[in-house]
């Protein structure tokens, strides 16, 4: 099994990103998806999932109405499109696949730093 974010980076407040996550070794369009983050000196923090027929997300309050999380199941893949983004965004960002009973895959992050 393997989850593998990509498209972290530094950006400018108010900046953009899109990070992905490649999933391999287990049937992704079964699991729910769920992108987690963790800034520096913190505990986890849950951002947002979505349902394995992408027709249902949800979103933590910080983030709601700036990101979107989506996927393709074609291709294996979860995103989140982070518009707007404030310093304390600044968080190493894990994807993780649930299959409704918990946390049962994590990949091995992707930073995010938010700075000018």
């Known amino acids: 099994v393997q989850l593998v974010e990509s498209g972290g980076g530094l950006v400018q407040p108010g900046g953009s990103l899109r990070l992905s996550c490649a999933a391999s070794g287990f049937t992704f369009s079964s699991y729910n998806m769920h992108w987690v983050r963790q800034a520096p000196g913190k505990g986890l923090e849950w951002v947002s999932n979505i349902n394995s027929g992408s027709a249902i997300t949800y979103y933590a309050d910080p983030v709601k109405g700036r990101f979107t999380i989506s996927r393709d199941n074609a291709k294996n893949t979860l995103y989140l499109q982070m518009n707007s983004l404030k310093p304390e965004d600044t968080a190493l960002y894990y994807c993780?696949?649930?299959?409704?009973?918990?946390?049962?895959?994590w990949g091995q992050g992707t930073q995010v730093t938010v700075s000018s």
């Open positions: 993780v696949a649930s299959d409704g009973r918990g946390y049962n895959y």
